[in-house]
């Protein structure tokens, strides 16, 4: 009996002190990781040449071509030990160089307004198109106004994105139906164009695109797009109460190519035990083309990159492969992540985590995991090691549009959540730059995917 | 025995209705009140007013007795019972109108470098100071270099801020005393002037004043001192490495006047049941001259008056007293702060909970508490309300500068405790201005608040 009770308590202090012998080595690393993001990292510089040299690169853009060479070139230069492209055709969309809008209150009493085509919008006619507006806030709206209300006019969608949302992905989530399904909708009931209002929180002269759809719908059915600036979006809904009958003008010249050949950017370090295992880190590499697309997704594509640099540098070796992807068209299409998808399914890759970042290069707040009970609770047990580091919030939900391709029973898919009040007022929009991003809360994001690669890793996953 | 059981169970039930109704009841309020600061604040409005029409705002200065009589106007505008002027003598220092500085590598070979007077320095002569430099980091190097390399030399403090730490306030609390402390140091050892590292984790051009202070040192053993930028520093630092021999020049006639006649604003709500006992918000109305003071602390200061307003707002009665407190001369000498603590102290002034703002108008964290186990522990309880406002860091600290002074055994001291990452970017330099204070993050500072205040009535603190 005693030596039962011996035995035990030897066993117990064995578990104790492999237990705090872990956790001091895990503390360790994650520190030596924070420090080399905060003192010696490449994100901001990576960034800067990205948004300031390459600039915004639109899918099947010749910036989208340079960019998947200087990222290239840029995994090169960290020494990994495998770089390749992945070959995907990509939808073609260019804006064109006229957009054109006003309110005319009566004949030749007109007020400019900030306008912007959506992407994947059809143009206007040459000589524009001028009509009453019919305001509506949502679909059912639209439905319940019916053909009679609506034929032959602009449909003026204008629902705002709800302020009182912590979150404002959320608010945006509430909203985005207008500006994807708008057009389509519409044009059942004979609209000749659609007005959106910008998907930001914030009211200003800044209209904001982003992708729209025409589903099925044949060609000749597809009536334009366009984005309004909130604050001419209030003014145009004072205006119409006023006067239900002003006319709105809107002229715009995008236009739809042919599907262009493009490139998923990855890159690899063997896993020294089970290379097989891949953990993998991911942004996407093309961007709208207003701005520079430095939140969305410059940011998260420099911190993949460094990701895999700074976890070289640390003094640790990987039992899994880890591998960086760059997908290409994220925005308009997904095409990337559809064709990485694809092969990886064919080659039955085992992707065991995917993290991807995509909400901006804003301070971290924490991650959102989409994965079974077991796993989650297994990450769960990690968050007392980001504590020290300010990243508390550990929420189940969706990760990011182009890992969410790779969902299965098993893995773990993963999408860094940065605070999200300032992302809609640059996102899709020409606010969208490299001045707003600040360095230490996009090398606070870098370290804070390192530390979840680091620890996914060491506890095996 | 059957009916003590039942009896048990009844009051279990009970208590646990009254429970979940009061659960139910603080949910709703605290909604309430971030909608209201999200939807319909005024905090934005009136910091643009505060930062663009009145401006920087030094204790003495013309501007701070402008922002003296557009707070007490403001106050006015909510409604409150009460609202009055407490009257304080501060110090008056100004910049004056020429700061210049440049490397000498070799006569006639220089290099202007931007720098600025620190807050309370004396000017240099007015053709200027030109010698040697000698570069430390610590005031142990310092001791060690002793009067014999120091005398007749311009020493340069260029410790940085470790950009390492994840809470900048401690990076700047570490490196605080070259700037508060340098030049009653360095004149010890006969130095002719200090020229201090900018207190950034950015590499910039922009140099950052603040306070320092000679301590006892007779008038004419003290010697001028001023801050050089980030990129400046480490200019000189590099040519100095290069050539320990160049010479620096130095030229500011900022002075000191005497002290002159200001205030602190306060305004109140009485309570309802226990007007005697006080729940103060404050923030300090003096800025420093350079940028417009909106982060430091102009975000304070209108978030404090919001939050009278909001709670004025929402269908809640407070028992208790709000008050709001704008101290003048936080800054360069607290004697706002201090003239406030005596008045309390001779009044016997009961104040429960002190709340500051003054950390920059960013997203809110959490806050740092300054109490007692048992009061720490029932705030404590309150931080499950928080939770869905991403409100999670509660902490034993420091609180803030100006309500320390209030500090005894009973009461609550917080401090607001904002994501701290830009913070430093413009603290007490020319980039402070209201374009870097984000709309949402600043209400949602507001709404924080005004959710603690209504906590600390509710529940009795």
């Known amino acids: 009996?005693?030596?039962?009770?011996?035995?035990?308590?030897?066993?117990?202090?064995?578990?104790?002190?492999?237990?705090?012998?872990?956790?001091?080595?895990?503390?360790?690393?994650?520190?030596?990781?924070?420090?080399?993001?905060?003192?010696?990292?490449?994100?901001?510089?990576?960034?800067?040449?990205?948004?300031?040299?390459?600039?915004?690169?639109?899918?099947?853009?010749?910036?989208?071509?340079?960019?998947?060479?200087?990222?290239?070139?840029?995994?090169?230069?960290?020494?990994?030990?495998?770089?390749?492209?992945?070959?995907?055709?990509?939808?073609?969309?260019?804006?064109?160089?006229?957009?054109?809008?006003?309110?005319?209150?009566?004949?030749?009493?007109?007020?400019?307004?900030?306008?912007?085509?959506?992407?994947?919008?059809?143009?206007?006619?040459?000589?524009?198109?001028?009509?009453?507006?019919?305001?509506v806030k949502s679909f059912k709206e639209l439905e319940s106004l019916g053909k009679k209300n609506i034929k032959n006019k602009i449909v003026f969608f204008n629902r705002p994105m709800q302020k009182e949302l912590i979150n404002t992905f959320e608010s945006y989530s509430n909203a985005v139906n207008q500006r994807y399904d708008g057009a389509r909708i519409a044009s059942k009931y004979g609209a000749l164009a659609v007005i959106v209002r910008s998907l930001t929180l914030k009211h200003d002269y800044v209209p904001h695109t982003g992708v729209m759809s025409y589903g099925n719908i044949p060609i000749k059915s597809r009536i334009p797009a366009m984005a309004i600036s909130t604050n001419d979006a209030d003014l145009l809904s004072s205006l119409l109460n006023l006067n239900p009958n002003l006319k709105f003008f809107m002229k715009q010249n995008c236009r739809n190519f042919p599907d262009v050949l493009s490139y998923n950017v990855i890159g690899e370090i063997k896993g020294s035990k089970k290379p097989n295992d891949i953990i993998l880190i991911g942004a996407h590499l093309d961007s709208w083309d207003l701005g520079d697309g430095s939140h969305d997704d410059g940011a998260g594509v420099v911190q993949s990159m460094d990701v895999l640099r700074i976890l070289k540098k640390i003094n640790y070796k990987f039992n899994r492969t880890l591998r960086v992807v760059l997908f290409m068209n994220e925005e308009n299409g997904q095409k990337g992540a559809i064709e990485y998808f694809n092969i990886s399914k064919k080659k039955k890759t085992n992707h065991l985590i995917a993290i991807e970042s995509d909400a901006g290069g804003f301070t971290p707040r924490g991650f959102s995991i989409n994965t079974n009970d077991l796993k989650f609770k297994k990450i769960l047990s990690w968050k007392k090691y980001f504590e020290k580091y300010q990243v508390h919030y550990f929420v189940r939900g969706q990760s990011g549009v182009d890992i969410e391709y790779l969902k299965n029973e098993n893995n773990v898919l993963v999408g860094l959540r940065p605070d999200s009040q300032r992302y809609f007022d640059y996102h899709h929009s020409s606010s969208d730059i490299f001045e707003t991003v600040n360095q230490r809360e996009l090398e606070l994001g870098t370290a804070a995917i390192a530390s979840l690669v680091f620890l996914s890793d060491f506890f095996q996953l």
């Open 1 to 135: 009996m005693n030596k039962c009770i011996y035995l035990i308590i030897f066993f117990i202090l064995i578990f104790n002190k492999v237990y705090s012998q872990n956790d001091k080595f895990v503390n360790e690393i994650i520190s030596d990781i924070y420090s080399v993001s905060l003192n010696d990292s490449k994100s901001y510089d990576w960034l800067e040449y990205l948004s300031k040299n390459i600039g915004p690169r639109l899918s099947g853009s010749l910036n989208a071509e340079r960019s998947v060479k200087w990222t290239k070139k840029t995994l090169e230069s960290i020494g990994l030990d495998s770089i390749w492209l992945q070959p995907v055709m990509v939808p073609k969309w260019v804006r064109g160089n006229f957009e054109y809008a006003f309110i005319e209150s009566s004949p030749g009493n007109t007020i400019n307004v900030n306008v912007c085509a959506l992407g994947g919008s059809i143009p206007t006619p040459s000589s524009g198109i001028k009509s009453n507006v019919i305001e």
